[in-house]
Nanobody
Framework: QVQVAEFGGGLVQPGGSARLSCTASGFNLDHAAIGWFRQAPGKARGAIACILGSDGSTFYEDPMKGRFTIARDSVRDTVYLQMNSLKPEDTADYFC?????????????????WGQGTQVTVSS
């Protein structure tokens, strides 16, 4: 049974940092891409970053470059999203998702398995 789950959300002060974790089981992470997405209230879900399980290649949406970092711990089969210099506009539900196969994508419909999401609120 495939399971994907996010951890690590919460309340963060502006300018602060947070690290989200995504655990995955039931499939071979070496043959999948893991993407992080977010959805703010009233907005569509959009891509943040993606990492390929095959070789660790990473891809970022332009607005996220420099503040967000995606990384994988192969031993723990966990993918992290490190978020720095957080702003109130980063407030959203954050999701990780898995897409089997060799490629990567920023399109939500290409991902087969999704976690339930974790909320990040950036506020003083």
């Amino acid at each position: 049974q495939v399971q994907v789950a996010e951890f690590g959300g919460g309340l963060v002060q502006p300018g602060g940092s947070a690290r989200l974790s995504c655990t995955a089981s039931g499939f071979n992470l070496d043959h999948a891409a893991i993407g992080w997405f977010r959805q703010a209230p009233g907005k569509a879900r959009g891509a943040i970053a993606c990492i390929l399980g095959s070789d660790g290649s990473t891809f970022y949406e332009d607005p996220m470059k420099g503040r967000f970092t995606i990384a994988r711990d192969s031993v723990r089969d966990t993918v992290y999203l490190q978020m720095n210099s957080l702003k109130p506009e980063d407030t959203a539900d954050y999701f990780c998702a898995a897409m089997p196969g060799p490629g990567w994508s920023r399109v939500t419909g290409h991902y087969s398995w999704w976690g339930q999401g974790t909320q990040v609120t950036v506020s003083s």
